[in-house]
């Protein structure tokens, strides 16, 4: 489990090392986007009121093509760095106030164990790209056919026409 004792930092730093299927990490992700079992590296230390938690998520997603729309496998290697500060700690607000880059950063927790399994969730959705390719090169489907012209070379005579512009051909141009 991704989760630590804050007495066991009050003499030295920790060094958490996981490996396992997310589940069992304690990590709520959507069904198939985690193939492998998660890797996970993280350096826990104390500075004053602040703890630091550092380090890196490994995996494979299965992913979807947005070009041919085949499933394919991505490997990812995420970098984290999260800092946490006790509930009670936080300091009283007024109703309206700006809130400065450096406390957004912060996350608070309650307790006397410290969770990173949502810091670490979070890491693993945020490595999901935004445009998922199987291949650079990824010649997407036929708009004709459908064929994927990766596997295949469409037999289409001529490109499909799209009847909307029919209009703009009847135009005559002076």
């Known amino acids: 489990m991704l989760k630590v004792e804050l007495r066991s930092l009050e003499k030295e730093d920790l060094l958490l090392e996981e ?22 590296h993280c350096s826990i230390s104390k500075n004053g009121d602040f703890i630091l938690a550092k380090g890196w998520v490994r995996g494979i997603m299965r992913l979807v093509c947005d070009r041919c729309l085949a499933e394919f496998e991505n490997p990812y290697k995420s ?6 500060r006790r509930a009670e700690e936080e300091e ?19 307790g006397e164990i410290l969770d ?25 489907l036929c708009g ?14 001529e490109p499909p026409t799209d009847h909307r512009w029919e209009a703009l051909k009847q135009l005559k141009l002076k």
């Not at 004709?144 to 005579?157: K, S, Y």
């Open 19 to 40: 490996k396992g299927p997310a589940n069992q990490l304690g990590i709520e992700l959507t069904p198939g986007l985690c193939l492998a079992p998660l890797e996970i």
């Open 79 to 84: 970098f984290f760095e999260f800092q946490y």
């Open 144 to 157: 004709g056919c459908g064929l994927n012209l990766n596997i295949e070379v469409c037999r289409c005579q």
């Open 116 to 140: 990173i399994a949502d810091a670490v969730r979070q890491t693993v959705v945020l490595s999901e790209p935004m445009r998922a390719l199987c291949r650079e090169d990824c010649r997407g």
């Open 92 to 110: 009283p607000r007024e109703e309206e106030t700006e809130v400065s880059l450096s406390q957004a950063d912060i996350l608070y927790f309650d």
